[in-house]
């Protein structure tokens, strides 16, 4: 069954926005910016019908004891990055930081083109996919329609539909959290405008496998356009991770996201992209020019960074490794973990997830906190052995 969301029945709820609290800074960005934080009787964020998040009340996660800040696991990043290829890049670019890079930017969209298997009209960037989920949004819903998509999930697009008119159909995910997607389809009315599909899936870590999703696009596509957000797909190991890319090929309205972020280390360095049909990208091209906010130096280090596939074998090696870790150390304490397929992965605690928050940050180490169907989880980024380490010790201390 899907819930129909938007601002009004959120207020009617009950729910009071946060205002001008002084949160911790990462519950406004990534999966849940552009949005108002509402917050619900139990003083918990209201992320979905079936998402809650825990927060430490005004104040940051720095504000604890900035000293002891030894592990940030509470954002998705990788460890290892950037690559060297792509600071060396950076370096040599900044002398051109005083003219724009569309040369260089349309050399970037042949080498990703190339790469993906489709034509470079095919290709738009953006200061990362969300960017670009976000562009997708204002286009789709300016006049109102419905997205479809799974809850949990990545809340950008969805959050961005809503405060331009649009409205949200949230479907529950399957018990093993996977995407389900008989619902999902089933969801779809006279008002869709748009499906999307995070995997593998943010918060929850799972993944859909890519023959069910592929022809679940290959079919529905033909009714409505569907956004397959791949932002993890390249850390997922033992999986069939199959990318959505080549439904292009096809002539299939499906748009997907990639990101720097990830595998490549560049989170800061802010560069995405997306591929999809022209007629679509017109849509967008209409009301904004695709990759307007990237810096000069980020398209050099996006460049090298796809060069360097020893960087991208290591993080996801050494990724794995590192999640296989943390998996042994749950299993010896007891904890049933969900099975992942990012770097990040959740597991319910007995714990209040506010008191959780405080006690380990108390450690040094940075987390996340959710309610799910009323059980409080732990989203722990997968960082460095070192870091695993000292996230379980410090688990183990406060359990």
């Known amino acids: 069954m899907s819930q129909n969301i938007d601002r009004r029945s959120l207020l009617k709820s009950g729910l009071l926005t946060l205002g001008g609290m002084a949160v911790a800074p990462h519950l406004k960005a990534g999966a849940f910016a552009n949005a108002p934080l509402y917050l619900d009787r139990s003083n918990r964020i209201y992320r979905s019908p079936l998402l809650r998040e825990h927060f430490l009340n005004g104040q ?17 990043e990788n460890p290892y990055g950037p690559p060297a290829a792509a ?22 969209i042949g080498k990703i083109a190339k790469k993906e298997g489709v034509k470079p009209e095919n290709i738009m960037m953006g ?28 809340m950008s697009l969805m959050n961005v539909a809503k405060s331009v008119g649009g409205t949200w159909k949230a479907v529950p995910c399957n018990d093993d959290w996977s995407h389900n997607l008989k619902a999902m389809e089933a969801a779809i009315d006279k008002d869709t405008k748009l499906v999307y599909i995070c995997n593998p899936n943010n918060p929850v870590a799972m993944i859909t496998p890519g023959k069910e999703l592929e022809d ?65 990208l017109d849509q967008i091209q209409d009301i904004t020019r695709g990759g307007m906010g990237i810096a000069y130096t980020s398209i050099a280090a996006a460049s090298a960074a796809m060069d360097d596939k020893n960087f991208q074998d290591n993080t996801r090696k050494l990724n794995h490794e590192a999640k296989q870790y943390l998996f042994a150390s749950l299993d010896k304490m007891g904890y049933k973990y969900i099975p992942s397929y990012t770097n990040f992965v959740m597991f319910p605690i007995s714990m209040d ?10 450690k040094g180490v940075m987390v996340r906190s959710f309610d799910i169907k009323d059980q409080t989880y732990c989203r722990v980024s997968i960082g460095t052995m070192d870091e695993m380490k000292m996230f379980v010790s410090a688990l183990q201390d406060i359990s």
């Open 216 to 280: 679940f696009c290959s079919r529905v596509s033909e009714k409505v356009p569907i956004f397959i957000d791949e932002a993890y797909i390249e850390l997922a190991v033992g999986a069939d991770t199959k990318s959505m890319v080549g439904l292009l090929q096809q002539n299939k309205n499906v748009i997907i996201a990639r990101t720097f972020s990830k595998i490549m280390g560049m989170a800061g360095l802010r560069i995405g992209y997306i591929a999809a049909q022209t007629s679509f």
């Open 87 to 108: 600071m060396e890049a950076v370096k040599e670019s900044v002398n051109g930081g005083n003219r724009y890079a569309w040369r260089e930017l349309y050399d970037l």
């Open 353 to 362: 997830g506010k008191e959780y928050l405080k006690k380990m940050g108390e």
């Open 127 to 154: 200061p990362g996919s969300s960017d670009l989920l976000e562009k997708v949004a204002i286009v789709l819903f300016k006049d109102g329609g419905n997205v479809v998509s799974a809850d949990p999930s990545y």
């Open 60 to 76: 940051s996660f720095e504000k604890l004891d900035a000293s002891k800040m030894i592990a940030k696991l509470n954002a998705n």
